[in-house]
Every structure is written in C-alpha cells, then in structure tokens.
C-alpha cells in the first residue's frame, strides 16, 4: 500500500473487533469526514450532539428504507487528540456480524472508504502520533503469546527514544565538527577534529542496546527449555508432569525417546517451548545415535537446560560429562524419583558439587513439581529481567539489524584509528552518515513505502 497525502485525507472505516458473534462490535472511522458522515448515519436524541471524546447513545437508521438497524453508543475524538491523529469516530453496536458489516456498507455509501491492514495505526505514524517503533510495538502487543511478551511490548509502546536520539545526536554534533573541517580547512592547516572518543562511546552504547534488546527479544519468542539427561531418568515423565498431559511415551526401556518432541506451556508470566529428548549415552544404534545429536542440538539452541537425573542412582560419570556441555547454559538441576529414594542425605553432597539451582522431585507422584515450576519461573524471570532500563531501549528484529548495520560504519572509523591509519575527513563524514541514516530507519525519520507496507501488513483491519 503505498500512500501518497491525497489518500490520507480521505476518510477510512473498519470494524475493529474480531468478525463472528460477539456481544459488542466496534466500527472505527477516521479522517476529515468521519464526523460528518456518523451524522448522517446516526441518529441522536434532539438535545444530544457528538463532541469530543463524550459518549452518546443514538441510532443507526437504514438510509433506504430508515428502518432503525441498530442502536449503540458514539465517542467522537476530534484530531489531533485521537489514536490516528484526526477526526476519529467509534460506534460500539450489538456484536451481529450481519448488521455491524450494513453498517460498514452504509458509512462506505456515505463516503467513507474500507480501511487496509493497519491503516489507523500507519495514520497515527504519519500524523506523528507515535514512531515506527511504537507502531511496531502495537502489533507485538496484540500477538502477544505470554502475559510477559505483552508486556515487554507495553514498554516499548510507552518507552522514550530518547537514549536512540541521543546516540543519533552524538552523531551529528561529530558530523557537523568534522564537515566544518571539510569545508573551512581546504589547505589542511587544522587539525582534524578527534571524534574517535565520541564513536567508541556511542558504539559501547549501541552494545548496551544490543543486549538489553536481546534479553526483550527471548521474552518475545518465548523461552526455548530443553529437558536433558541419561536415558531411562524420567525426562519424559517430567515433560508430561509439566505439560500435564501424556504427551510422549514413558516406558522403564531406556532409549524410548528417540526423537525431540516439543510443546508449549505457559509458566508464570512465560510461554516456554519445551523440548523433550533422547537420552544420552554410549550407544550403538544408528537411530538413538541420530536422536542424542538432535538432544545435544537442542541444548545448544536452548535458552535453559532442565538436566534430570535419577535420585535413586546419585551422579554419576554420564551425568556429570552432560552437565559439562551445558557449562555456559543457564541450567536448573532435577533430582528425580524421589519417592524411591529412602536416604535423601547421600544425594545431597553430589548435588552441592553440581552448584547449580536444584529442585528433589518425583515426576510420577508430583511431588517436589510445584517447588520446581517456582525454581523455572525464578530462573526465567532472572534471565529475562532487563533490570532497571539503565537508559536503554528494546528494539525490536528490524531494529537489532539496524543497529548491527549502523554500527559497522562506526566499527571501521574505530579500527582504522586502531589499526594508526588517519581516515581522511570525507571517509569519517561518509561513514557517520551511513551510520546515521540507518538509526533514523529504526524510527521512522527516514523510511520508504515498501519498509512501511511490510510492517502494516501484520496489522489486522480495523488497528
Ligand atoms: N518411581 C518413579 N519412577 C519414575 C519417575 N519418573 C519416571 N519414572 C519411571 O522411570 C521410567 C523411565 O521414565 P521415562 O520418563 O520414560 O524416562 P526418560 O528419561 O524419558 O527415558 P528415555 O526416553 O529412555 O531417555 C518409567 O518406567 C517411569 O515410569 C519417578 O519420579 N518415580
Ligand atoms: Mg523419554
């Protein structure tokens, strides 16, 4: 959808609650006719008129047969002070798909137009309601799987882009130093402004994003878990336990899992996607062999490692060789059949060994899983707090790339005065102006139609 400004003077309706049955249906109208046209569809008792963001109750009258189709309540926002940042009309009705799509008929008789995917929302963007960012974070918000996702996106729809603007504006302040230099030093008499601290730290800044967005992106994906262990340790057991649901097979033949079988739950505020596997062990079979790759895969991939082991036979050599591939794995240790186990003592100095988060549990009775699932929930809240925002932004994927690409240029400005190579003033301005141009397509300063048609067109009609 390209959108020239012709266009964004028309006026746009849509409904703006899900198509079906449903107790309330919102039909959403903007732009320099929204107002009048609701006047002629809807009629309000005499003494009633529409003013801004005041609800009314009134009637919509078939302009045919005027017939009264239905009746429901009017909120006018007069723009600016709107969503979309012009006039703004909502009708809440009665959730009849058949009489809510009449009505949407008769605003487009009346000279309004149907809405494309995300239109309202890409008006609030030109209008300068809100940045690229925000308007990328609206869409994270309705997608949400997790009550965390939803509200990692909340953030960043509420957050300032102050410390990105302070980054493009250590940039320009340089840039500006460094073009007078062109344009007043032609003999070479100066010299060259040093800006090499001013890169180095917007680029240390940059990495602060980096990471911060990294821990927001986890929260936004969902948390990949990995159950993993020796065979015949109850792994399986555990993933039905926390899935609550025969998932996969549980048999006392170890090597039954062959395969990774993956499901999705929800802990605490988390969608996690949790991963069952094959055992580790020696083995000769070709097909186990293929499954204990695919285990040893999946915990590379995998943001947390939940390794079992089996309370009745201690820690032992296997244990311990993959507990060792999971060193710079975040990793919660699981004790299993504790309902076996008479001396618990014994287990005790093994797991003090592992000095890793532990929980005694046995996955058959239950016992222990409720302690378990807080000990997850506590270590996925601690990998996933981006803690006090330390004057950091979440970017989204589009902007993480961005961010890595802004930073190269800086990179090469840096490594040359590393490498004791003087660039030339020109190199240096080109190079923060690459820089530049590319933090401003984060926000939306500088961004063509087709970035904007790719991000609209997640939006539903109607946002
Ligand atoms: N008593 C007791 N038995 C358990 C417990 N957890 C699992 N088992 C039994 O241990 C055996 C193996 O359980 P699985 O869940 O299939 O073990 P696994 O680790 O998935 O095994 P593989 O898929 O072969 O690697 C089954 O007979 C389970 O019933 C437990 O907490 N207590
Ligand atoms: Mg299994």
Not at 191 to 196: A, E, G, I, K
Not at 400 to 425: D, H, K, Y
Request: glycine share 6%.
């Amino acid at each position: 959808m390209n959108q020239n400004p012709e266009e964004l003077s028309d006026t746009i309706v849509a409904l703006s609650t899900p198509p079906g049955r449903s107790a309330i249906g919102l039909i959403r109208m903007s732009g320099p006719e929204a107002l009048a046209i609701t006047k002629r569809v809807f009629r309000l008792p005499d003494t009633k008129d529409l003013h801004h963001r005041l609800a009314v109750y009134g009637q919509v009258i078939h302009p045919e047969s005027r017939q009264i189709l239905d009746d429901g309540v009017v909120v006018f926002m007069r723009g600016p002070h709107s969503y979309t940042g012009e006039d703004l009309v909502e009708i809440g009705l009665h959730g009849s798909p058949l009489v809510l799509e009449t009505v949407v008929r008769i605003l487009t008789q009346e000279g309004a137009r149907l809405a494309e995917r995300g239109e309202f929302t890409r008006r609030a963007f030109l209008a300068g309601k809100m940045d690229l960012m925000q308007a990328e974070a609206v869409i994270d918000l309705i997608e949400a799987h997790s009550l965390s996702a939803a509200q990692e996106a909340r953030v960043r729809l509420d957050s300032s882009m102050m410390p990105l603007k302070d980054l493009s504006d250590a940039l320009k302040d340089n840039l500006a130093l460094i073009e007078a230099h062109i344009d007043f030093d032609e003999d070479d008499e100066y010299q060259l402004p040093d800006v090499l601290p001013a890169i180095r730290n917007v680029l240390s800044r940059m990495e602060t994003v980096r990471r911060y967005s990294e821990k927001a992106l986890i929260i936004r994906k969902g948390i990949q878990v990995c159950i993993a262990g020796k065979p015949n340790v109850g792994k399986s057991t555990l993933f039905n336990a926390l899935l609550r649901n025969e998932r996969t097979i549980v048999s006392p033949i170890p090597g039954t899992t062959r395969d990774t079988v993956e499901d999705r739950i929800i802990l605490g505020s988390h969608a996690l996607a949790l991963w069952d596997t094959a055992g580790v062990r020696e083995s000769g079979s070709i097909v186990e062999n293929e499954g204990i790759k695919r285990t040893l895969d999946t915990i590379e991939k995998a943001h947390l490692v939940v390794a079992v082991v089996d309370g009745t036979t201690g820690i032992d050599q296997f244990d311990e060789a993959i507990l060792k591939t999971c060193t710079s794995k975040n990793l919660v240790l699981v004790v299993n059949k504790m309902d076996l186990v008479v001396d618990g003592n014994a287990m005790d100095s093994l797991v003090m060994k592992v000095e890793r988060p532990t929980a005694f549990i046995s996955a058959k009775t239950g016992q222990g899983m409720a302690a378990l699932e807080d000990l997850l929930v506590e270590q996925i809240d601690a990998m996933t707090s981006c803690g006090e925002s330390e004057g950091s932004v979440a970017l989204n994927s589009r902007c993480l790339q961005l961010l890595n690409a802004a930073s190269a240029p800086l990179e090469r400005i840096r490594n040359l005065f590393g490498e004791g190579v003087t660039p030339s003033p020109e190199i240096i301005a080109y190079e923060i102006r690459c820089a530049l141009s590319l933090l401003e397509e984060m926000t939306g300063e500088r961004v063509d139609d087709g970035v904007l048609d790719r991000i609209f067109e997640r939006f539903c009609v109607g946002k």
